[in-house]
């Protein structure tokens, strides 16, 4: 058998730095921790290329005495514990002693560092675990570490390292975390020779808040507050009517260190369970305290994950937070008009009918969103007929067919456009009277016209259920079509079909949307992607965008959250292919654009409608695989009354 032995010291310290140093990130977390613990109230954070070539941390902490210098680089030495019995109590971010000899084992590390004691401070450096350096240094009283040349001595380590950018907004996030979690603390972030954060640590979470994610996403906030059987939670939840499609914005920290806790997730949405829409999910900064003796942080290399001695208090401290805040907020949301008029201005298009007159209320001067509206787009799949006459509404000129038949008392529906023959004249068109409108019972039992198509069986509308399914007679066939999983997918084969599909609107003022870091990157790193998909966006700066211009079948109020699904999707989907990608943009935004069920759809619109999905028997899906219609036989319904 394979004799045992016992691994050199370099290669043991190789193996444990692979447990807690697992890119730059985790370097400077493990640094910026060990300041905190120090006492520091000003902390700087710099790196270069990512954190790859350089990553430096000046505090204003304790320092270190010369004494103790080495002894700081070796596994398990630590000053935050001293016995077994002190795991059960522990009071700082760090306790295990692995950072600092972690990092020194795959990296070039150098430390100056002063105690108040000391007149003269030390300069000690360490490279691969091995000592270099140890000698007198004039330092202010504090510590800083500079690691260089992360992974230098571990070429297999630095090949799954990703690009300079995405590793630098990794160690953001990080930066933007420990910030928030210690208002108290300053914190400065330098990167590539520029300042990208800096907080106050006047002690205030809001202040942190406003200098991590900017003004926008702070105006959306509601302060939080309650204590419940020891278990304290303070901070701030967003408001109902500033929900995001993802939980991306959810943080939560534990004692002052960031945590992932499926008990705080859950507790959240189920406090907002009746106050935001199914699918939407909140957003949260929120600190939970409890007694140190009923946690155990000692359960993930990274302590993140932690375990409660009283998961139920835990939930029912945040739930109830959550609870009383919402409760008590007396905001006004924003009134927003639904069905979006682009929604239905799509549906209308693609049925070949101008979108019917909707009553609106307005509580507040509103902006006119039909100065998004293209002319050609209420014909997009509407046969072109050689007569046509503009029709002006609201200073827009749409182009209609040009016999308009109006019944009093009723609602208005756009006849069929008749084919003259070449020999009339212009004067015989105009002279040409309308015939009197078919009764409606005529009207619903008319066969439609082919649109081109020798192939659309006959058909009867039968109406409209729960203004969500179209209920269709087929032959001896009744068909239930979903309108809006069927209108989903047409709006895809559209923006599939190539530029003319993909048309876009400039939008009256810029919209600014704030990313977590890891997001914002995915998405400038896609810019171009974004662009062939029709959304034009800039870098706003501070992990915001701004977004100038979005594809026209999109409505603009639609565009915040779009973004940020569109964020989240590009920073966990690295490895897709580019089409997949384009793909997955197509179906986000054919969702949002397509008419939602519950929206209103006239008797004109649901026959055309009807009409067009028959005449393209490829549409039997929606793009998320659901399908578009069902359909129940003459023989079925029959044998279910016991006809037959």
């Known amino acids: 058998m394979p004799k045992i032995i016992r691994l050199p010291k370099s290669v043991a310290d190789l193996i444990a730095a692979g447990e807690v140093v697992e890119r730059p990130s985790s370097v400077v977390k493990e640094l910026l921790e060990n300041s905190i613990d120090a006492g520091a109230k000003k902390i700087t954070v710099e790196i270069r290329r990512g954190g790859i070539q350089m990553i430096r941390v000046t505090d204003d902490g304790c320092g270190i005495a010369r004494e103790d210098v ?40 150098e430390v100056m560092t002063r105690t108040a004691d000391e ?19 004039g330092c202010p009283v504090g510590t800083t570490l500079i690691v260089r040349d992360l992974f230098y001595n571990t070429p297999a380590r630095m090949k799954f390292l990703k690009k300079d950018v995405v590793e630098a907004n990794s160690v953001a996030g990080v930066v933007d975390r420990i910030a928030l979690s210690h208002p108290e603390v300053s914190i400065r972030f330098i990167r590539e020779d520029k300042q990208a954060l800096l907080t106050p640590g006047d002690g205030k979470l809001e202040s942190a808040i406003y200098a991590v994610f900017g003004r926008e996403f702070l105006a959306d906030l509601l302060p939080t507050s309650y204590t419940y059987e020891g278990v304290s939670v303070e901070g701030f939840i967003s408001k109902p009517s500033a929900s995001r499609p993802n939980r991306s914005m959810q943080f939560f920290f534990l004692n002052g260190r960031f945590i992932k806790t499926g008990t705080g997730s859950a507790a959240l949405s189920e406090a907002y369970k009746h106050a935001i829409m199914s699918g939407k999910h909140p957003a949260c900064v929120l600190n939970i305290t409890v007694p140190n003796q009923l946690v155990d942080v000692n359960v993930h290399p990274a302590k993140i994950e932690v375990r409660f001695a009283n998961e139920k208090a835990i939930f029912s401290a945040v739930y109830y937070a959550v609870k009383n805040t919402l409760e008590g907020d007396h905001s006004k949301a924003q009134l927003h008009l639904k069905p979006s008029k682009t929604a239905l201005r799509n549906f209308a298009s693609l049925a070949g009918a101008e979108p019917p007159k909707q009553m609106e209320i307005h509580s507040a001067p509103q902006k006119r969103e039909d100065f998004f509206l ?62 009197p409108a078919p009764k409606k019972e005529e009207t619903d039992r008319a066969e439609p016209e082919q649109s081109g198509t ?4 006959a058909f009867r509308v039968i109406g409209e259920a729960f203004r969500t399914y179209i209920i269709v007679e087929v032959e001896d066939k009744i068909w239930i079509i979903d309108k809006h999983a069927a209108h989903e997918r047409m709006l895809y084969e559209q923006l599939r079909s190539g530029p003319d ?36 966006v800039e870098d706003f700066g501070t992990g915001t965008i701004s977004v100038t211009a979005c594809p026209i079948l999109l409505d603009a109020s639609d565009v915040p959250a779009s973004i940020q699904e569109l964020a989240a999707y590009l920073c966990r989907s690295s490895q897709q292919i580019l089409t997949e990608k384009m793909d997955w943009i197509y179906h986000n935004t054919a969702c949002r654009a397509a008419i939602k069920g519950g929206d209103f759809t006239s008797e ?41």
């Open 604 to 644: 004109y619109e649901l026959r055309k409608f009807t009409e067009k999905l028959l005449s393209m028997p490829q549409i039997r899906t929606c793009p998320h695989g659901r399908p578009v219609m069902i359909e129940m036989t003459r023989r079925e319904m029959e044998k279910s009354f016991g006809r037959v």
């Open 454 to 457: 020798d192939e659309i069986p």
């Open 374 to 435: 293209r002319t050609s787009d209420a014909s997009v799949l509407y046969d072109s007929e050689p007569n046509k006459k503009e029709y002006r509404s609201d200073s827009i000129t749409l182009n209609m067919p040009e016999t308009v038949r109006r019944q009093p008392d009723e609602r208005t529906f756009l006849a069929e456009p008749s084919r003259p023959r070449p020999a009339e004249t212009d004067k015989a068109v105009s002279d040409a009277k309308p015939e």
């Open 70 to 109: 080495r002894n700081a680089f070796v596994s398990h030495a630590t000053s935050k514990i001293g016995g077994a019995d002190d795991l059960n109590r522990i009071l700082t971010l760090g306790f295990r002693g692995e950072a600092l000899a972690s990092a020194a084992a795959v990296a070039r590390v």
């Open 501 to 536: 599909g993909k048309a876009t609107q400039m939008l009256l003022a810029p919209i600014p949307v704030t990313l977590r870091k890891e997001e914002y990157d995915a998405v400038l790193r896609h810019v171009q992607l974004l662009a062939d998909a029709g959304f034009l």
């Open 119 to 137: 007149t003269v401070g030390t300069r000690y450096c360490i490279e691969g675990g091995e000592e270099t350096l140890l000698d007198d240094a």
